[in-house]
């Protein structure tokens, strides 16, 4: 990117409600990501992960051919070290908003948990029946405490398996036993590799790098995959509902309070709070029409999917939400919560509310919650919201606004596909094998000021569409399609390729799948092992047809998803720079273990990581891929031109026909 000076808003971000929120924080003189991003040039040593800053010796920085740091340590042990650091805390984050969902689930099922209810009874029974635990005859408290306890033991498990593993294909299972990756308990992955990465221990990096991987394991097959069982259960395992995105969500007339961060015990429970009487009365006695509330981030997917509640935007919104002046509170948990919230705003009237025993912002109004008294909490936190009403002084909220449908389930895809009596893939299946879909691609991720925000994601999105290729989504990434219109059901049709289209009219799916927040990635993960066991389509993952995509990555969440992603067997590509990426003209070897990551993975796992950064490139490699595994399955080339017209639509033009002309195109009978 160019320096601030010749940056324009239109540089910054495709999204015009931003671009008007870049213009305002210029015109009062507040900096922004954005600007902060382009002010400041990234370091380039530090970004390829050739800075060492383990031990007080240090920092060692590797710039020269064949230079060390003062232990000894080599390039790739360095870069190695940096990347399993990263996992670790990608790994660690989702896995402890798992831990802490496990722990509601226990004080749900012991009714020590005010105001939450088991509401999906129906996944409590499945998710139970994979452990063995016994549910007939026992109600689902009885059941929801034994899957409690079994959860949270994972977590400071020691020896054998995380349970979770054996929800994976099981030819993959097997190749992890081979490869020695399976974790152990979620934690003591995470410890491990702290440890290994500590001053004079490990210091092989394909050692290390296979610890890389039993650690992202521990997240998409344990702690995140338990924090999405959790939400389902508690909260309602999601199925399409209407929704809307972008800054024009938020409301003139109202408090408008945005929830931001990550654990949707505290959002679901802000948003009952919001529609209790009392709470809207208060709003009313104080000149409002009540509590308008909206999302940032991944809290802000996890009660769009299930309730509909608008989303104010993804990650790089969460400044430009404060920026409109309109917003009474935001009230944060955590990861992904930026510090520069509080300064910004102390231009407004805004409070910024931190509720995490994690997570303290120094200047931010602290209302610490706690799920045994949450309804009482989530009020507690509204009021103070209501009470800040009238401190409300100029807004400019832009118009903008983008309906979508979300709530894309693996099980809501079992079921739309197949209807109640005959839930199955099958007719996915059918429909990858037979070429009217091409392959899935899972496009994912953060924003990120060091790309223009929205571009890349939507870009790739849009070209993959019209190449028939199926497209599922989560976390910021998906907020960016649904503000850029790409979520509207069949409204969007006019987008895609011609075999998609007859497929997403057929069964009424808009062609790109909302599937939630990053830790429901969980959920893909879910859809290609069943896609696996319908058969047609290989005996594990790696087989599938089938690319994820990061193009806007910045957290060391995605490279933990990335990681279990390509242990599970996906061709895994990052946009942006990566963060061990080398310095081949100043040291050799400083590429040796992104090559590991790409060639190396693939050889083990099935699955590679790659970073690139130019979008076209992605979108080749993308189909390059897809067509490969197409070939190797032994399935039809892909060719557009044989599809196009769902029966739907072929039953139009047959009705709009004279009636020979329809004889004739029905049974091809010469019309005389
Ligand atoms: Ni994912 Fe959610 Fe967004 Fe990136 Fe942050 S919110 S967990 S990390 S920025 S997609």
């Known amino acids: 990117m160019t320096k601030k000076k010749d940056m324009r808003p239109e540089d910054f971000t495709i999204d ?8 305002r924080a210029e015109e009062l003189g507040i900096g922004t990501a954005f600007t902060r991003a382009s002010d400041m040039v990234p370091c380039n040593i530090g970004g390829a992960g050739m800075c060492c800053k383990l031990c007080g010796m240090g920092p060692c920085r590797l710039t020269k051919d064949g230079q060390t740091g003062v232990c ?8 190695a070290r940096n990347f399993i650091r990263a996992i670790a805390a990608g790994s660690a984050a989702h896995s402890d908003h798992g831990r802490d969902m496990a722990f509601t689930l226990k004080a749900v099922a012991n009714d020590e948990a005010e105001g939450y209810v088991i509401r999906d009874v129906a996944k409590l029974r499945t998710v139970a029946a994979y452990y063995d635990i016994p549910i007939e005859d026992r109600s689902p408290k009885e059941i929801a405490n034994d899957l409690a306890d079994l959860y949270i033991a994972q977590f400071g498990q020691q020896k054998g398996e995380v349970a979770l593993v054996k929800r994976a294909p099981s030819k993959r299972q097997k190749l992890w036993k081979e490869t020695g990756v399976v974790p152990r308990g979620v934690d003591r992955e995470t410890v491990e590799a702290l440890h290994r990465t500590h001053i004079g221990d490990d210091q092989d990096y394909k050692h290390l790098m296979q610890h890389a991987v039993r650690t992202a394991l521990a997240d998409g097959w344990g702690g995140s995959l338990i924090a999405t069982d959790i939400s389902d259960i508690l909260f309602g395992t999601p199925a399409p509902v209407l929704g809307q995105a972008n800054l024009g969500v938020l409301r003139e007339d109202m408090v408008n309070v945005v929830v931001h961060g990550h654990e949707p015990t505290l959002s679901q429970m802000v948003v009952a709070a919001s529609q209790d009487p009392e709470i809207i009365e208060y709003a009313k006695s104080k000149g409002a029409k009540g509590v308008n509330l909206s999302g940032i981030c991944c809290t802000a997917n996890e009660i769009l999917m299930r309730q509909g509640i608008p989303a104010a935007g993804n990650f790089l919104h969460q400044e430009l939400s404060i920026l409109t002046g309109a917003v009474e509170a935001m009230v944060v948990d955590v990861q992904c919560i930026m510090q520069a919230l509080v ?3 102390e231009n407004f009237h805004t409070k910024i509310i931190t509720t995490s025993p994690k997570v303290k912002i120094k200047g931010a109004t602290h209302i610490e919650f706690d799920e045994h008294r949450a ?3 989530a009020k507690e936190i509204l009021k103070a919201a209501i009470d800040n009403y009238e401190n409300r002084g100029k807004t400019s909220i832009p118009h903008e606004r983008e309906d979508l449908i979300p709530g894309f389930s693996h099980e809501y895809i079992n079921y739309m596909l197949g209807g109640s009596y005959r839930a199955s893939f099958r007719p996915l299946n059918d429909a990858v094998i037979s ?6 691609a899972a496009i994912v991720g953060c924003n990120n000021p060091r790309s223009k925000q929205d571009y890349l994601h939507t870009y790739v999105t849009e070209k993959l569409l019209k190449e028939d290729v199926l497209v599922v989504e989560t976390g910021c990434g998906a907020i960016a399609s649904a503000k850029l219109g790409f979520l ?3 409204a969007g049709l006019n987008k895609v390729g011609p075999g998609l289209k007859e497929v997403c009219e057929t069964v ?9 927040s990053c830790v429901d990635n969980t959920r893909i993960l879910t859809v290609l092992t069943q896609i696996v066991e319908e058969g047609g389509l290989g005996d594990d993952i790696d087989q599938v047809p089938a690319v994820g995509l990061a193009p806007e990555w910045m957290s060391e969440k995605a490279l933990s998803i990335g990681t279990y992603c390509v242990a599970s067997g996906a061709y895994v590509i990052f946009g942006g720079a990566s963060p061990i990426s080398g310095m081949p003209d100043r040291v050799a070897d400083s590429d040796e273990v992104l090559h590991y990551l790409s060639e190396g993975w693939e050889e083990l796992y099935g699955g590679k990581m790659e970073f690139i950064q130019d979008p076209d490139e992605m979108i080749r490699l993308t189909l390059e891929h897809i067509d490969k595994k197409r070939a190797e399955l032994g399935l039809p080339e892909y060719k557009p031109e044989g599809f196009g017209r769902s029966g739907d639509a072929r039953m139009l033009e047959l009705e709009a ?4 002309d329809r004889r004739a195109a029905l049974y091809g009978v010469a019309a005389n």
């Open 657 to 660: 026909m004279p009636v020979f």
């Open 16 to 23: 015009t409600a931003a671009q008007k929120m870049i213009i």
């Open 72 to 79: 000894g340590a080599t390039i790739d042990t360095i870069q």
């Open 375 to 377: 309804l009482s909490v």
């Open 488 to 490: 509207l059901g069949e």
């Open 435 to 440: 070429g009217r879909i091409r392959g899935v």
């Open 343 to 345: 300064m910004l705003a």
């Open 508 to 516: 009424g799916i808009p062609p790109v799948l909302h599937m939630g």
